[in-house]
């Protein structure tokens, strides 16, 4: 078990800094001109220069990638100073000169626009992004486990090709296509009978009552997220149930005379979980992902539509920030997920 685990921990490292090369070589090639969106289009050539002097632009690329990198590693060697212990707040090790080795937790840097912490913007985000990813996935789980089944249990009638053609209809639309026609139909056009609003967050600010929480701006950018993990699951499981139906244990069941429910979600159902476990685990990092289109269609404030509005002001470490974290999302997913295997179906073992 243990060295499993390690196994799947230097594979995901190995992942992690495969992104972080992707990530950095494709902003520095973009075009933009961080410090001019930073400053104005009419800033001197004093100040621009002193703003790429704060943020390290005024360095060759392969230095600014080192000093990336040394900002992220949880081991790093950083100046022995008092500004730079609280700007990183690491833990010292040894020392190197004027420098020391510490250990910290990574630091992301600082955003462009705002002068604030990329952490501390992540971290007011996430939790957002996550409520909406996460009631999506119990929304497509549910819903699509539920249909699977019925579908399966009433082959080749209408009931399962109205389920058929539902899963391949939320397949085939794009969130984004998806998102405006949710919105629309149901936030404008249907609005006085639903209640529900074209876009706005799940929290907001009032002057009298403080932060307020608006859970009706939940259910259309829920729906819209769940819908194509919706259609999945309803056809993997109708897939894996049609197969697990036919075993030789099912016939046996039904020749001791257990009632139907009882061989459907009991003895059926269990030993069709696995690959709807690897899709709702694929999917729900992937709707962290996803979420970033939907937000910005709802206006919904979260992960995605603070990265959208960075990536539109050349805000690089928000963007790059927000990559690395859904990056580190996938490959904990991944990992939680094979060990999840092992106790769902004894067959699997860890290696």
Do not use: C
Not at 70 to 78: E, F, K, P, T
Not at 311 to 330: N, Q
């Amino acid at each position: 078990m243990l060295s499993y685990a390690i196994k799947k921990l230097l594979y995901g490292l190995a992942v992690l800094a495969g992104v972080i090369v992707v990530v950095f070589v494709l902003f520095n090639i973009l075009p933009g001109d961080p410090a001019r969106m930073t400053m104005g289009q009419r800033s001197d050539v004093q100040s621009l220069d002193a703003v790429r002097k704060e943020f390290g632009l005024d360095k060759s690329k392969p230095v600014q990638f080192f000093l990336y990198v040394n900002d992220l590693s949880v081991i790093g060697l950083h100046e022995n100073t008092v500004a730079a212990q609280e700007k990183y707040g690491y833990v010292k090790v040894f020392s190197i000169g004027k420098d020391v080795v510490a250990v910290k937790w990574p630091y992301l840097r600082r955003s462009y626009q705002t002068k604030r912490n990329v952490t501390t913007i992540l971290a007011e985000t996430v939790p957002n992004t996550f409520i909406l990813a996460l009631s999506a996935m119990l929304f497509a789980t549910v819903i699509g486990v539920l249909l699977g089944v019925v579908s399966a249990v009433h082959r080749d009638t209408w009931i399962d090709k109205a389920a058929n053609s539902f899963a391949i209809l939320g397949i085939s639309a794009p969130s984004f296509f998806a998102g405006i026609i949710i919105a629309w139909f149901f936030g404008f056009v249907l609005s006085d009978y639903t209640g529900l609003n074209m876009s706005g967050s799940l929290y907001s600010y009032d002057p009298f009552e403080g932060e307020v929480t608006t859970w009706k701006n939940l259910w259309l950018p829920m729906f819209t997220l769940g819908l194509r993990p919706l259609a999945v699951i309803v056809q993997l499981t109708r897939s894996a149930m049609l197969d697990v139906l036919g075993q030789d244990y099912i016939r046996t069941a039904r020749a001791k005379g257990l009632d139907r429910l009882t061989i459907i979600y009991k003895h059926a159902l269990k030993n069709a979980l696995n690959p709807v476990i690897t899709a709702i685990s694929g999917w729900f990092a992937s709707l962290l992902a996803g979420s970033f289109f939907v937000e910005y269609v709802f206006g919904y404030n979260g992960l995605g539509r603070t990265t959208v509005a960075a990536l539109e002001m050349s805000d690089f470490p928000v963007v790059m920030g927000s990559i690395l974290f859904i990056a580190f999302i996938f490959v904990l997913v991944n990992i939680l997920v094979d060990v999840l295997y092992a106790f769902v179906d004894p067959r699997v073992k860890l290696a």
